[in-house]
T-cell receptor, first 112, second 113 residues
């Protein structure tokens, strides 16, 4: 978890509400990833940034999810409106090319 | 599309045993493969990164092997300890332009004292 901070750590909302997550890398890495991890499954990639640009967002539900990366550093992921099936842990990760990826502690979202 | 399978899904062993976790993947054209550990309520911790040209990588009591042609990797844990209890995830990295990781569902390991 070293090098990647995420906030909040936990969030509970009702369906149809909006929510935002933040990722704050402590050390600079060019590539930033957002993953969704549903209970009992491995993480699934939502979006990948290279500096400020989007490399891949093919698995991002764009009708309700959006993400941006500011100045190639911090990033936010937003869900609007949330659905019950969005309950999951949202993980932010950093990497440099094909080297190791380092993950943050995640934000656990519960949608009621 | 890469698919990753990890067997067994759960494993419980007494302290001190040596054990092997298995990972198989359908697309052998990978760039490298990473093994992670995930403790309950936590993010992922990188354990080992093994390049496609390598056959083994070691770190302490952990040894990862890779047989790219057969689409298999194993994680060997020697002399298991209760502190090793966690979920272990493998993730091969593809060779496409995005070079993404694809995760298995993991093996939940419990080491009993």
């Amino acid at each position: 978890e070293a090098g990647v901070a995420q906030s909040p750590r936990y969030k509970i909302i009702e369906k149809r509400q909006s929510v935002a997550f933040w990722c704050n890398p402590i050390s600079g890495h060019a590539t930033l990833y957002w993953y969704q991890q549903i209970l009992g499954q491995g993480p699934k990639l939502l979006i990948q940034f290279q500096n400020n640009g989007v490399v891949d967002d093919s698995q991002l539900p764009k009708d309700r999810f959006s993400a941006e990366r500011l100045k190639g550093v911090d990033s936010t992921l937003k869900i609007q409106p949330a659905k019950l099936e969005d309950s999951a842990v949202y993980l932010c990760a950093m990497g440099q090319g094909e080297n190791e990826q380092f993950f943050g502690p995640g934000t656990r979202l519960t949608v009621l | 599309k890469q698919e990753v399978t990890q067997i067994p899904a759960a494993l419980s062993v007494p302290e001190g045993e040596n054990l092997v976790l298995n990972c198989s993947f359908t697309d052998s054209a990978i760039y490298n493969l990473q093994w992670f550990r995930q403790d309950p309520g936590k993010g992922l911790t990188s354990l080992l990164l093994i390049q496609s040209s390598q056959r083994e990588q070691t770190s302490g009591r952990l040894n990862a092997s890779l047989d790219k042609s057969s689409g298999r990797s194993t994680l060997y844990i020697a002399a298991s300890q209760p502190g090793d209890s966690a979920t272990y995830l493998c993730a091969p990295r593809g060779r496409g332009s995005a070079r993404q990781l694809t995760f298995g569902s993991g093996t939940q390991l419990t080491v009993l004292p």
